[in-house]
């Protein structure tokens, strides 16, 4: 766990005054924690129960200079920790000698004295830290991420590799990093590697999926600009498996969907044009006008059903295509598609929005004949704009009550005898489909108002 709060200095100086006086300087007048020893034995003695965020040591002191105790430390205590050296020789050799070591920084220390550079070794201090700390949460997420990650170098060598890329080919991390892709991947590793030198040659990320002993994976390869003796990519690598047996298996649904929808369109029509053209004959030949009245009525719904069912079964396959349509010409299209009586329609103000032409009439519809079946005979339906980011379909009718508000886009729901229950469900997926959300509210005179948010309106 990567620990915060207070940085943690420890100060090296085998001048004990100095040591205590840098040490102090340090927590009175920049807010750090910090703990002074005058040898490289003591600081190391120090680390081995403590843990700090940085170290200030002095170049040159007895049994341990300043670069030897950083060596030290690199090998028995943290191979990360941050370490800025204090010197008193100012020559190329000595700041050759402390980059070569990998010290983060070096300073003279009669100028810090001196000239009183607390404040800009303070400021390095917490520079060298924070870069420290972004770090290893990086390295945190990468060695706890269930994706693979590996840093690879141009000629295919893994440099570093996190435990699940490891994992997805069956080894561990130090058997792994050495080796290259194709040894890792084998045919796999050829294209990845390929990839990987195409997005170092153009500098811009790169997605691509494969198939690896039998699991399938969404790869993202991104050029890295490190300090180092080779060209470099990153690799993340997710094993997308689940995903693609969930995408085969809805196509699977769709299918059975589909055929579904064959046998209800030829199978039940067929019998129903019999029954109707039956019905024909015997109303031309009785006189029971009400009977035949009733089949009419009953058949008329076994047709409005079947559309329903069909619409229902085909509403996962049926192709979204969005497109700038005019939301007032689509809802006049919609109302002349509809048995309205004597209903009227009134819309008030419209504008062009993104929408499948298709499926927003045929939302429409439904919502039309959701208001002419349950209002009244001479009941008025409007559509219009709802706050620039949606619109509103509402009636003058009875109404909702609010609650059974939620009820109603439930599957076969229904308060009218010869209603199928689906209208309402397919306006529901409709809209889904398109990303809008929908809610019931009361219209403005007493009716319905249903009322899609998030549409994108068109200028």
Request: charged fraction near 30%.
């Amino acid at each position: 766990m990567i620990e915060r709060g207070p940085i943690r200095v420890l100060v090296v100086d085998d001048s004990e005054f100095f040591a205590e006086m840098t040490a102090k300087t340090l927590e009175t007048e920049h807010g750090f924690e910090t703990f002074a020893r005058k040898s490289a034995h003591e600081g190391i003695e120090f680390l081995a129960d403590e843990r700090v965020d940085c170290i200030v040591s002095d170049y040159e002191m007895p049994e341990q200079n300043g670069l030897k105790f950083l060596e030290t430390v690199r090998e028995t205590v943290d191979e990360e920790i941050p370490f800025l050296l204090l010197t008193g020789r100012g020559d190329e050799e000595v700041a050759s000698e402390a980059i070569a070591s990998g010290v983060d920084d070096y300073f003279l220390k009669l100028k810090v004295v001196e000239n009183k550079e607390y404040g800009r070794l303070a400021n390095r201090i917490r520079s060298v830290v924070s870069e420290n700390r972004a770090q290893q949460k990086y390295e945190l997420l990468v060695t706890s991420s269930p994706d693979g990650v590996a840093h690879v170098a141009s000629d295919g060598t893994v440099l570093t590799a996190n435990p699940s890329l490891a994992a997805t080919v069956g080894s561990e991390r130090e058997t792994v990093i050495g080796s290259t892709l194709p040894q890792v991947f084998g045919d796999v590793g050829n294209e990845r590697l390929e990839t990987g030198r195409a997005v170092i040659a153009d500098g811009k990320p790169k997605r691509s999926e494969d198939v690896y002993e039998g699991k399938h994976f969404h790869n993202i390869f991104v050029p890295v600009d490190f300090d180092s003796d080779h060209d470099t990519f990153q690799l993340i690598s997710r094993d997308i498996t689940e995903r693609k047996e969930r995408e085969r298996e809805l196509q699977r649904q769709n299918e059975r969907l589909e055929k579904f929808a064959s046998v209800v369109s030829h199978d039940l029509r067929n019998p129903l044009e019999v029954a109707r053209g039956s019905a024909q004959l015997i109303a031309d030949e009785c006189d029971e006008t009400d009977a035949v009245d009733r089949m009419d009525r009953a058949l008329t719904r076994m047709d409005r059903l079947i559309d329903d069912v069909l619409t229902l079964a085909r509403q996962g396959k049926a192709a979204h295509q969005p497109d700038a349509v005019d939301l007032a010409h689509i809802a006049e299209e919609a109302w002349a598609s509809v048995r309205t009586e004597s209903a009227r329609i009134d819309i008030a103000d419209s504008g062009m929005i993104e929408a499948d032409p298709g499926r927003l009439q045929e939302l429409l519809e439904n919502l039309f004949n959701n208001a002419v079946t349950h209002g009244a005979e001479d009941v008025t339906v409007r559509v219009g704009v709802a706050d620039r980011d949606g619109f509103y379909v509402e009636d003058d009718g009875p109404g909702i009550p609010s609650d059974r508000r939620e009820e109603v886009f439930e599957l076969g729901y229904s308060t009218a005898d010869d209603g199928t229950g689906m209208g309402l469900s397919i306006v529901q997926q409709i809209a889904s489909a398109h990303g809008w959300d929908s809610e019931i509210t009361d219209g403005r005179d007493g009716g319905t108002r249903f009322v899609f948010t998030d549409v994108t309106f068109l200028e």
